[in-house]
């Protein structure tokens, strides 16, 4: 089949614009192009993939011949899986853009060794934490200087958590 994963995964779409009462009878290459959102050449291989006939220099296939084998593919084993594995393929690729994109920011390596070594840009106190930044690489950077303190001297941090913020 053409392109399976462009138009497959709106099939139920097109069988519901198939099913109103205004569909053509007659579908030529144009509105197969049109239904299905491919390209001249691959709606032409639908047509004959489907069963298109002859008229005149065109192919054309009757609207109810089409709509009856797409509704043979949508309750196939077939439509299922490959719509799950689609979605599949989706999910890992949106995955990956997300650790490219995280992998292209370049932040400076750590350099606080513990809670009483952080920038000034950083404030922690019970009950409040204040971060001065630039920018969203500098504000990363600030995070990562605290999240190494904070890894440095845990025991201390879990300290000013617990303490009570308000004077007594």
């Given at each position: 089949?053409?392109r399976?994963?462009?138009?497959?995964?709106?099939?139920?779409?097109?069988q519901?614009?198939?099913?109103?009462?205004?569909?053509?009878?007659?579908l030529?290459?144009?509105?197969?192009?049109?239904?299905?959102?491919?390209?001249?050449?691959n709606?032409?291989?639908?047509?004959?993939?489907?069963?298109?006939v002859?008229?005149?220099?065109a192919?054309?296939?009757?609207?109810?011949?089409?709509?009856s084998?797409l509704?043979?593919?949508?309750?196939?084993?077939?439509?299922?899986?490959?719509?799950?594995?689609?979605?599949?393929?989706?999910?890992?690729l949106?995955?990956?853009?997300a650790?490219?994109?995280?992998?292209?920011?370049?932040?400076?390596?750590?350099s606080?060794?513990?809670?009483?070594?952080?920038?000034?840009?950083?404030?922690?106190?019970?009950?409040?934490?204040?971060?001065?930044?630039?920018?969203?690489?500098?504000?990363?950077g600030?995070?990562?200087?605290?999240?190494?303190?904070?890894?440095?001297?845990?025991?201390?941090?879990?300290?000013?958590?617990?303490?009570?913020?308000?004077?007594?």
């Amino acid at each position: 089949m053409a392109r399976p994963v462009e138009w497959f995964q709106r099939l139920p779409r097109i069988q519901a614009l198939l099913a109103q009462s205004d569909a053509p009878a007659l579908l030529n290459r144009t509105s197969i192009q049109q239904l299905f959102g491919v390209e001249r050449r691959n709606a032409q291989y639908l047509l004959r993939r489907f069963g298109a006939v002859r008229l005149g220099n065109a192919l054309v296939i009757e609207r109810e011949q089409l709509a009856s084998q797409l509704d043979g593919l949508a309750s196939a084993d077939d439509f299922e899986r490959r719509l799950r594995r689609h979605e599949q393929v989706r999910t890992v690729l949106a995955e990956a853009r997300a650790t490219w994109q995280l992998a292209r920011i370049s932040l400076p390596e750590p350099s606080a060794e513990g809670l009483s070594q952080l920038p000034r840009t950083i404030q922690l106190e019970p009950g409040r934490l204040s971060i001065q930044f630039s920018g969203a690489v500098d504000l990363l950077g600030q995070l990562l200087e605290l999240s190494k303190a904070i890894g440095e001297d845990f025991d201390r941090f879990e300290g000013m958590l617990n303490q009570d913020p308000l004077p007594s």
